[in-house]
């Protein structure tokens, strides 16, 4: 509570009130070791041990059991990715996954990965509103949530200050399934082992944001994907929210978004 002399001062102009924080990432779900998160090894390129999930998790048509959360962005289903320079998707090795941001980087030098299953009540009718919003036409009450955060990380070789933040979460009825990806702080696309500049982390091959089936043909590229372009992906969107794209993925299907041929990709 403001002091009577200090509204006063404010009142001249002698005094300038505290600038308004956002919460920065406001548009991510909660997360960190309050939500009750593990939390990945400090390792360039590592990757958490594979996690067992409680629900059946379908991914363009294929149903697991288990996924890993690797250090470079990556959400994958039956094997790690220690890879840090994005190839374009399809991949020819056909690896599954989600990638909300697949590029180079290294907890070690700052930032941490996070992850947990939850049914939590009050995150399950959150992400339940906010997929109905988006897709009305799709009968859907979420009862399951996996929810993996990238917390403030650095890029290998970084000599700056410069962080991304950005979250995956896989939500489940039981029969269909989505993906939402969440963006908050972006400012680097690119380690220097992928040609990047240790100062800026831009350049080189920056990164990728998409999905990938596994069977080398479908797969979707978010606009912007391996370009200059990924670093303002904060303000890019397929449902009308900036930093927000979902997906549903048990038979995967592309809205708000221009298609370029079957596959899905663009």
């Known amino acids: 509570m403001k002091t009577p002399l200090t509204f006063l001062l404010l009142l001249l102009g002698l005094v300038q009130p505290a600038p308004v924080v956002m919460a920065e990432d406001s548009l991510l779900y909660p997360y960190g070791p309050a939500q009750g998160d593990r939390q990945n090894p400090k390792a360039d390129d590592g990757s958490s041990p594979e996690i067992p999930i409680s629900m059946t998790f379908t991914f363009y048509g294929k149903e697991h059991r288990s996924l890993y959360v690797n250090n470079n962005g990556v959400v994958s289903f039956g094997v790690s990715v220690t890879q840090y320079t994005p190839d374009p998707f399809?991949?020819?090795?056909?690896?599954?996954?989600?990638?909300?941001?697949?590029?180079?980087?290294?907890?070690?030098?700052?930032?941490?990965?996070?992850?947990?299953?939850?049914?939590?009540?009050?995150?399950?009718?959150?992400?339940?509103?906010?997929?109905?919003?988006?897709?009305?036409?799709?009968?859907?009450?979420?009862?399951w949530a996996f929810v993996a955060t990238w917390d403030r990380v650095a890029y290998y070789g970084s000599t700056s200050q410069k962080v991304n933040t950005?979250?995956?979460?896989?939500?489940?009825?039981?029969?269909?399934?989505?993906?939402?990806?969440?963006?908050?702080?972006?400012?680097?696309?690119?380690?220097?082992?992928?040609?990047?500049?240790?100062?800026t982390g831009l350049g080189g091959t920056p990164a990728q944001a998409g999905f990938n089936s596994g069977d080398d043909k479908n797969f979707y590229n978010i606009p912007g994907s391996r370009t200059a372009a990924i670093l303002h992906i904060g303000q890019t969107s397929n449902v009308g929210v900036q930093g927000r794209w979902v997906f549903q993925v048990d038979d995967f299907k592309v809205t708000g978004v221009p298609t370029e041929s079957s596959d899905c990709s663009l």
């Open 90 to 143: 399809p991949l020819a090795d056909g690896r599954p996954f989600v990638a909300p941001y697949w590029g180079d980087v290294n907890n070690n030098l700052r930032g941490d990965v996070y992850y947990r299953e939850t049914q939590d009540p009050e995150l399950l009718h959150r992400l339940t509103g906010d997929i109905n919003q988006y897709f009305p036409a799709i009968p859907f009450t979420a009862t």
């Open 166 to 199: 950005f979250q995956a979460l896989l939500a489940n009825n039981g029969k269909v399934t989505f993906i939402m990806l969440n963006y908050g702080t972006i400012q680097w696309t690119t380690g220097t082992a992928s040609g990047g500049d240790a100062n």
